[in-house]
């Protein structure tokens, strides 16, 4: 256990969660379903069950330093500050040569910070094995969902049948269309891609030598000094200068020794309005309402969220997302949800960048 550690990457935006979702207070700050926790204090505590607390490290943007501290009081030094938006993989290897310094031997779970896991327990489980199994050899994971039916907005994992409980994997499959979704289940052999990795220090070392050598290079620049106080003034200085590049397609989809753990534990990455009303207790009328007391006539499948304790009364309404936050109200059919996007730019447009 003292040889397991994890990164919490917690930089993303969220912004399909909009209003609620900022560049300022993106989601994983935010109680998205009521529970009195924030999506990265779930994360944090899930987390705390098999890897000692001070050994769990977050991957942020330098604004969100403070958000951090506030919510999982962790020190300054559990934090890895990213001063420029590089995607994944820079912030991956800038954590992976931080970790070496200190502990050679150890192995490492990437986990984001903003999904919602029903057993917990089961979850636990799963990473253990995974971890004994990077312990001992040179592979990279990934943790596979089950699919329990032809989901269109998840990438998927197309891994090789085998007798042991860790199969390899043959490829990942970018987001399909319904009818290839619903191939892929009944073909068998396909699982969910949740974004969950699991390798040894060494192993995702290597695999940047080999795959994104100038990227390696360069954090390489900076081993005498992470972990100490000058680390900071050559992030700062040389952090811009990588590649702005996924995990997933720098590494996972051109290296030979990926492998996957089929699980079953409920999952939902919580990407957008309509995977958070999967997750709500609904009422007669399959409404999904946080933080207010409504009055549903004549309305059905909405999802509502507004600030806590208002009254909302809704009438003639089927399948929109309702959304207060602060002074903006969203009113948006659910079918029309992947352009919240569009809509936050022009909102920005009309009325300045403080409300996107």
Request: charged share 20%; net charge negative; proline share 4%.
């Amino acid at each position: 256990m003292n040889n397991h550690y994890a990164v919490i990457m917690a930089g993303g935006v969220g912004s399909r969660f909009w209003p609620v979702s900022t560049q300022k207070y993106p989601k994983q700050f935010h109680d998205m379903l009521g529970t009195g926790t924030t999506l990265i204090q779930h994360t944090f505590n899930r987390l705390t069950k098999f890897i000692p607390s001070s050994q769990i490290y977050i991957a942020t943007n330098a604004r969100y330093k403070a958000l951090v501290m506030e919510q999982l009081g962790v020190s300054a030094n559990q934090l890895i500050i990213e001063p420029a938006m590089r995607n994944t993989a820079p912030c991956i290897l800038y954590a992976a040569q931080k970790i070496e310094k200190m502990n050679p031997k150890a192995s490492v779970l990437i986990a984001p910070s903003d999904h919602w896991i029903e057993d917990e327990d089961e979850f636990a489980a799963n990473i253990t094995t995974a971890f004994a199994a990077c312990d001992t050899r040179d592979i990279l994971m990934t943790l596979g969902i089950t699919p329990t039916h032809p989901n269109t907005g998840y990438g998927y994992i197309k891994y090789k049948d085998q007798a042991s409980e860790i199969k390899k994997v043959e490829a990942f499959v970018e987001k399909p269309d319904l009818a290839t979704a619903t191939k892929y289940l009944a073909n068998g052999g396909y699982l969910w891609n949740a974004g969950i990795f699991i390798w040894s220090i060494q192993s995702i070392l290597n695999a940047f030598t080999m795959y994104l050598p100038k990227m390696k290079a360069l954090f390489d620049q900076g081993n005498e000094v992470y972990n100490t106080e000058k680390e900071e003034a050559f992030i700062d200085a040389h952090y811009a200068e990588a590649e702005d590049i996924s995990i997933d397609y720098g590494i996972m989809q051109k290296a030979a020794n990926i492998y996957t753990l089929p699980v079953q534990f409920e999952w939902n990455d919580l990407g957008t309005w309509s995977s958070l009303y999967e997750k709500i207790a609904k009422d007669e009328q399959q409404n999904a309402v946080i933080n207010a007391s409504s009055v549903m006539i004549d309305a059905s499948n909405n999802m509502v969220r507004t600030n806590t304790g208002k009254k909302v009364v809704i009438q003639g309404l089927s399948d929109y997302i309702v959304v207060e936050k602060d002074d903006v109200l969203l009113i948006c059919p659910k079918s029309k949800e992947q352009e919240i996007k569009e809509i936050v730019a022009k909102v920005k447009d009309a009325y300045g960048s403080d409300l996107g």
